[in-house]
């Protein structure tokens, strides 16, 4: 007859955590295999019957069964094995962040993992575990922008508030231009490398063709765009532009305009008193990523203009209409998320920025 698990008990909590590591998809298999056999095992399964559920052996569910008997969820983790002892280590990492707190070799900018494994006399592999273990990428880089404008919090308010509650029977749209995008004429394919895999190949020389400036508006509500191609972009193909934008919108609608600080965009207070029901609303100074048509710029450099080839300036223009045209169908209104950023966040050192 099948041996019966004598019955276990065990918190809510508990119950909780079990249910949690039996479901996971990042805990270890192993794990979540244990978390299994000690739920079967509240369930007052047999011990044959949880072992060929689990696809295991009945002494493995006595294992864990008497392991989480004496040390609950903790007895689940694996023991201390005994081996080698280690060669690398704390006194090992202490040496490594250290060495990264100290100017770099003569003729370097910054450290690389080679660079620091020669300096603590260490395998360089050794280094790249502690380096990943502590979360550090020497070469990754982040840049900010940090507004110096003394009205930031008042203009940041006005166009968030525009994107999360914007007034009743008004259009809020995002505008802005892609100035000088080069029509470069060059071959461009696939190419195989030595390591056998297929990466994307652009030839290294080139012709140009000209440019084009691209002026574009995004409606924040529908992530709809209206565009426009010109040649030149003064005030005067701006306020074209906007032309264009007022004689699609309706004219009961009130027209909330979100533009940054060029030049083109300002002064323009007789086109704005012939216009009543058009608003500007500046971003602060050093701050256009409140301004949500930059996410739209960079989609479509992406999809319609990156490794391209554009035999003239005319081509561009068609390659540029032709994804707008296919993008409008689909536009989604975009979900304007903003990581806060500080000056504060900088840190002189990793040590003083781990702890």
Request: positive net charge.
């Amino acid at each position: 007859m099948s041996r019966k698990a004598p019955q276990i008990t065990c918190s809510e909590q508990e119950r909780k955590v079990l249910e949690r590591l039996a479901a996971s998809r990042t805990e270890s298999r192993q794990m979540v295999e244990r978390a299994r056999i000690i739920l079967h095992c509240l369930s007052g399964k047999q011990i044959q019957d949880i072992a060929k559920e689990c696809q295991t052996r009945a002494n493995t569910v006595i294992k864990w069964r008497n392991r989480f008997i004496i040390n609950r969820i903790a007895g689940l983790a694996d023991a201390p094995r005994p081996g080698a002892k280690k060669k690398y280590g704390a006194d090992f990492r202490n040496r490594v962040l250290g060495t990264l707190e100290s100017p770099p070799p003569e003729g370097q900018a910054t450290w690389d993992g080679a660079s620091v494994a020669k300096a603590v006399q260490g395998s360089k592999h050794a280094v790249w575990r502690v380096l990943r273990k502590e979360g550090i990428c020497l070469q990754r880089q982040r840049s900010w922008c940090v507004s110096t404008d003394k009205e930031f919090a008042a203009k940041a308010a006005d166009i968030v508030g525009l994107y999360l509650d914007p007034p009743h029977n008004a259009l809020v749209i995002c505008v802005d231009e892609k100035p000088s995008i080069q029509a470069l004429e060059r071959a461009t394919g696939y190419v195989q490398t030595s390591s056998g895999k297929v990466v994307r190949g652009l030839k290294s020389t080139y012709r140009r063709h000209g440019t084009l400036n691209l002026f574009a508006a995004l409606q924040v509500a529908t992530g709809h765009i209206h565009s426009s191609t010109t040649e030149l972009k003064r005030r005067e193909e701006f306020l074209q532009f906007m032309d264009q934008v007022v004689s699609e919108t309706a004219e009961d609608k009130e027209l909330h305009v979100i533009l940054d600080n060029y030049c083109t965009h300002k002064k323009c207070d007789t086109w704005l008193a012939e216009h009543p029901n058009v608003h500007f609303h500046y971003t602060p100074t050093s701050a256009s990523w409140l301004n949500l048509v930059e996410v739209w710029f960079g989609i479509m450099s992406r999809k319609a203009l990156r490794g391209a080839s554009f035999n003239s300036v005319e081509e561009l223009r068609q390659a540029i209409e032709s994804f707008i045209a296919v993008y409008n169908p689909t536009a989604k209104p975009f979900k304007w998320r903003k990581r806060e950023v500080k000056g504060a966040q900088l840190r002189d050192t990793i040590v003083n920025l781990c702890k």
